[in-house]
């Protein structure tokens, strides 16, 4: 079975601050990793994802994620955050053959003036 | 193109009624997925279509959920006998093909609210 943790339900940072978002998972088999972004009132939209190649990963918006096997970790980060970066952000992960999606339970980010 | 549609956008229905919620899907998407968000429970997966072949109903949380897709295009999940615990916000995604790195496109979702 695989799963995913989110640490931290609610982050807030100051506009220019650096972004982290933390997501660890337990997989028994290589995993596919992925980081979604909802905005309010709407679906869920693909920030980046991992699929084994290289283990940093850049995606849309600035955003990176770096994939640590050995802490199975695959946190989010940006070095500065905007305002327009408020949104709720799912870290996911799918095995195999079974490719729907098992997501954390979420973070939500604020950003300060 | 068009992303991932859903209608309706809002449902509100008494419990006990049956509910329908339709998902159409990127043009040239084998794959499509239900998942249910609620803030109890998360994101979570309820139903995968691929192809031809049989679905992945591992996810549907009672024998009152179902799911068709019709002419490997369209789908409807479709919730019998509401309860209150259904009110979640229903999304579909899909994907080019059923490999798990592939990307999911999801649609806006269809907020069910049973009073």
């Known amino acids: 079975a695989q799963s995913v943790t989110q640490l931290g339900s609610h982050v807030s940072v100051s506009e220019g601050a650096l972004v982290l978002l933390r997501c660890n998972y337990s997989?028994?088999?290589?995993?596919?990793l992925f980081w979604y972004v909802q905005y309010p009132n709407q679906g869920l939209q693909l920030l980046l994802k991992y699929t084994s190649a290289a283990t940093l990963v850049k995606g849309i918006n600035g955003f990176e994620a770096e994939f640590k096997k050995s802490e199975t970790s695959f946190h989010l980060t940006k070095p500065s955050a905007h305002m327009s970066d408020a949104a709720e952000y799912f870290c996911?992960?799918?095995?195999?053959?079974?490719?729907?999606?098992?997501f954390g339970t979420g973070t939500r980010l604020q950003v300060t003036l | 193109g068009a992303g991932v549609s859903q209608s309706p956008s809002n449902k509100v229905t008494e419990k006990g009624k049956d509910v329908e919620l339709r998902c159409d899907p990127i043009?040239?998407?084998?794959?499509l997925y239900w998942y249910r968000q609620s803030l109890g429970q998360g994101l979570e997966f309820l139903i995968y279509?691929?192809?031809?072949?049989?679905?992945?109903k591992s996810g549907l949380p009672s024998d009152r959920f179902s799911a068709e897709r019709t002419g490997g295009s369209v789908s409807t999940l479709t919730i019998q006998r509401t309860q209150q615990e259904d009110s979640a916000v229903y999304l579909c995604?899909?994907?080019?093909?059923?490999?798990?790195?592939?990307?999911?496109?999801f649609g806006p979702g269809t907020r069910l609210t049973v009073t």
């Open positions: 995604a899909s994907s080019l093909d059923w490999r798990s790195s592939t990307e999911q496109y």
């Open positions: 279509f691929q192809g031809n072949s049989a679905p992945d």
């Open positions: 997989s028994s088999v290589p995993p596919y």
């Open positions: 996911a992960v799918s095995t195999g053959t079974a490719s729907k999606l098992t």
């Open positions: 043009s040239g998407h084998t794959a």
